[in-house]
């Protein structure tokens, strides 16, 4: 990681070229003057991978499509459902294979469908190319389980191990996400509506991708030379003094990786990452996704965020694992704490802390749990992790500007119009209902956002992503019934003809997601658009704003409406996207998941430079049971836990450009495991001896399960010190004690840090980690209560 420079802002012309990829919505320092429109990249262009042709021409308005059989309607009145008929009539027009019945589908169907035509058909959809591999579609088939059934492992494991086996003896590539009722495929076109024709399965959806969130001089900022010397500690045994530097222990980084052009090897060769010897041959392991080779898809990301762990704790090892989606994550964490498929542990973890810089939105309750959703088995094996030991760690996420959520607007009967801004009266003081909730880049450009992008790179940076989610999550004493539209609209100029005025300007959708919610097995309170708008959603209104010609058709404005569908419910909504900011926004509860999990430590973003929490860091507090409004922070589980730097120069990304608490949360992990290794130091008397040659199976049960609980004394501990350090010498930043944008504060090491770090040790919660005192106690000895009220005391000093 290169030296702390000072700190820069730049605003790059649309017309200019992009030397780096940066988080667009995040770098909103001033606005450009109109011939020097802002160079802006999408916060998930650097995840993206490239290759998918041009969105041809979209018309003025969708024509929402309608399930035309059983089978499609599992696909949602939305993009797959139009990409499929789209498919189906192109055939019908150039007079090839008709598209058989979804019950006659037993092998490939569209049998006549060239790979261009559904290539083609995607593109008439919009779906943008992250979710392609040419004619493929990479999704989630969710099986149609019961809430019981999903929580019997033997049961869900032999349900999606059995559709799998199906997916892949039919030609297609398919992953189980351990512990959730989901398979992640990639299926063709032409055979998607026969995948959702299957008997076990609920509903198809685009795949629910981890999205990174970034936007490393922390090291210095968080005073790391103060926390090293601790390892130097007067009171330790001379032999076990050493400054710390993560001897011993290993970090884990789930993250996205660029090995492209030998980019591992070039950061290896200027001592930025960690490297395979002959003396240590396991220091650095690579683990690639299910979705190709380690660091195929080119993304600098956890390049960087590796860079950061390795210049805290360079003599530690790592452990690397490129990431997709949930089942590339959960497996990663099953991985390296040692967990088996049904997350038992088989022995002592492969890594002591586990970090990961990526989030889903909206794709869980927000209430700390997976209970109903995807990322259950995500859920449960992060917190399996925690009890073999693991310290765990998850970026809060940056969506606090891109974030919107309310109660669900009343009315009587159906298909009712969300208000986002009740109250709202006209000059005579009529009720005005805002349907819109207007979409923009920080509020500049008057609203407009440029469309008809001529590369690939500009589609994928500016391309719309919308989540809806509500609390309706299946459990043991609710089915999934409250059923909502979203839609993603644009303003249409007037149509006229001869002068006169055939249709009027205004809103007209052009990408939705309708999926039903009607309390069958299998269903989600979830709707999700994924859309890159053509030249064809221009406007006339946004000619004004300069968007260079070169690189897009024009500008078009953009928003977001809501339907209620079902009559009587009243519900908590929650709306996300990926970097646009919405004009009616609303920063609190905008964790991702699964930074809402009580068994990770969540971190927020600061300056590093001026201390003052980034504008985009993601507050709390979690949400209540089952994704309903929060009554305050919840009891165990307040979040985010602390806050640490960003805005830090690596060399994967350039000077001063690794921002988000992306770059927040690998300085907090490797602190962590710093401090970690301190406590080891500080507990070292008590480490259990080794078991004799011919210990018995009893004997070795009982010190497995004595190491397993030290283990986690340990990682409570240190978390218990980090917190102690994060709330005091001046760290409590924001309102006095804990609060749910800086948790408890900043982790910087102060002068007293070492008492912080005793106070934890001399915990009653961790006296097995400390020799039996005697009693009573020899005269002038303090007890161990007396140390840990004084060291408290001397911790909170400034």
């Not at 993206?48 to 003025?60: D, E, F, H, N, R």
């Amino acid at each position: 990681m290169k030296k702390m420079s000072s700190k820069k802002f730049a605003v790059l012309g649309l017309a200019a070229a992009c030397a780096t990829v940066l988080v667009w919505s995040r770098q909103q320092t001033q606005a450009p003057d109109a011939a020097s429109v802002g160079a802006l990249a999408g916060a998930n262009a650097a995840s993206v991978a490239a290759g998918s042709v041009y969105a041809s021409m979209q018309p003025v308005a969708m024509n929402a499509p309608t399930p035309r059989n059983a089978a499609q309607s599992k696909l949602g009145a939305g993009q797959l459902l139009q990409a499929v008929q789209a498919l189906s009539q192109s055939q019908s027009q150039s007079g090839g294979a008709s598209a058989p019945s979804a019950s006659s589908q037993r092998g490939p169907a569209y049998r006549g469908a060239s790979v261009a035509e559904q290539i083609a058909a995607l593109d008439r959809a919009g779906i943008p190319s992250r979710f392609r591999d040419g004619e493929k579609v990479k999704v989630n088939v969710d099986l149609s389980l019961t809430y019981d059934q999903v929580q019997n492992p033997s049961l869900l494991d032999r349900a999606t191990a059995s559709l799998r086996e199906t997916l892949l003896a039919a030609g297609m590539q398919a992953h189980q996400i351990n512990g959730s009722p989901s398979i992640e495929a990639s299926v063709p076109l032409a055979r998607l509506e026969w995948v959702a024709g299957l008997q076990s399965v609920a509903q198809v959806s685009l795949m629910t991708m981890s999205q990174t969130t970034a936007f490393s001089d922390g090291a210095t900022a968080s005073n790391i030379d103060q926390l090293r010397s601790l390892g130097n500690y007067d009171q330790l045994a001379a032999g076990l003094r050493r400054e710390l530097n993560g001897e011993g222990l290993t970090i884990a980084i789930v993250d996205h990786f660029n090995n492209l052009n030998g980019a591992v090897q070039a950061l290896q060769d200027a001592a930025e990452w960690p490297q395979n010897s002959d003396v240590e041959a396991d220091k650095l392991t690579l683990t690639a996704s299910t979705s190709g080779a380690f660091g195929y898809r080119g993304a600098a990301h956890g390049n960087a965020v590796t860079e950061i762990a390795y210049d805290i704790a360079p003599s530690a090892k790592f452990r690397l694992y490129d990431n997709t989606g949930a089942a590339d994550w959960v497996s990663a964490i099953q991985d390296a704490a040692n967990l088996n498929a049904q997350n038992v542990a088989q022995g002592e973890p492969r890594a002591q802390v586990i970090t990961a810089s990526l989030g889903f939105n909206l794709a869980a309750p927000g209430d700390g749990t997976g209970t109903g959703s995807d990322l259950k088995g995500l859920y449960d094996a992060i917190d399996a992790a925690k009890n073999n030991g693991v310290i765990v760690l998850n970026a809060a996420g940056n969506e606090a500007q891109v974030h919107w959520d309310d109660d669900s607007t009343a009315g009587a009967g159906v298909n009712v119009l969300q208000d986002f801004l009740v109250g709202n009266v006209g000059a005579n003081g009529a009720a005005i209902v805002e349907s819109i909730n207007p979409l923009t880049i920080g509020g500049r450009y008057d609203g407009c956002i440029p469309v008809g992008a001529r590369t690939q790179k500009d589609r994928d940076t500016f391309e719309f992503n919308l989540w809806l989610g509500w609390n309706d999550w299946t459990s043991a004493n609710n089915t999934t019934n409250a059923d909502y539209r979203l839609e993603l609209v644009r303003w249409a100029d007037a149509v006229t003809r001869n002068g006169r005025v055939v249709t009027p300007a205004g809103w007209v959708a052009v990408a939705q997601s309708d999926f039903a919610q009607t309390g069958a097995a299998g269903q989600q309170p979830l709707e999700f658009i994924s859309y890159q708008a053509p030249a064809a959603t221009r406007t006339t209104a946004c000619n004004a704003q300069g968007f260079d010609p070169a690189r897009f058709a024009g500008g078009g404005k953009f928003g977001v409406r809501i339907t209620r569908k079902t009559a009587g419910v009243n519900n908590f909504l929650r709306l996300m996207n990926s970097g646009y900011n919405f004009q009616y926004a609303q920063t609190a509860r905008s964790l991702i998941h699964p930074a809402d999990a009580a068994s990770v430590i969540t971190v927020a973003a600061l300056d590093a430079a001026t201390s003052n929490l980034e504008a985009y860091s993601s507050r709390g507090p979690v949400l209540g049971a089952g994704g309903a409004r929060p009554a305050g922070q919840a009891a165990g589980n307040a979040k985010p836990d602390l806050a640490n730097f960003a805005n830090v120069d690596t060399v994967s990304y350039g000077d001063n450009a690794f921002n988000g608490t992306s770059s927040a949360t690998p300085h907090a992990a490797a602190l962590a495991l710093l401090g970690l290794q301190h406590q080891r130091q500080l507990t070292d008397a008590t480490v259990p001896a080794p078991l004799p040659a011919d210990a018995t199976a009893q004997q070795k049960a009982e010190r497995a399960a004595l190491l397993t609980q030290r283990n986690v004394n340990l990682a409570d501990a240190t978390y218990d010190a980090l917190v102690y350090v994060s709330s005091t010498g001046g760290n409590d930043l924001g309102d006095a004690g804990f609060d749910a944008s800086y948790g408890n504060g900043r982790l910087k090491f102060h002068a007293n840090a070492e008492s912080c770090f005793l106070s934890a040790t001399y915990d009653a919660k961790y006296r097995s980690l400390l020799p039996a005192q005697a009693s009573p106690l020899p005269a002038g000895q303090k007890s161990y209560e007396q140390l840990r009220i004084d060291n408290s005391a001397t911790c909170a000093a400034n």
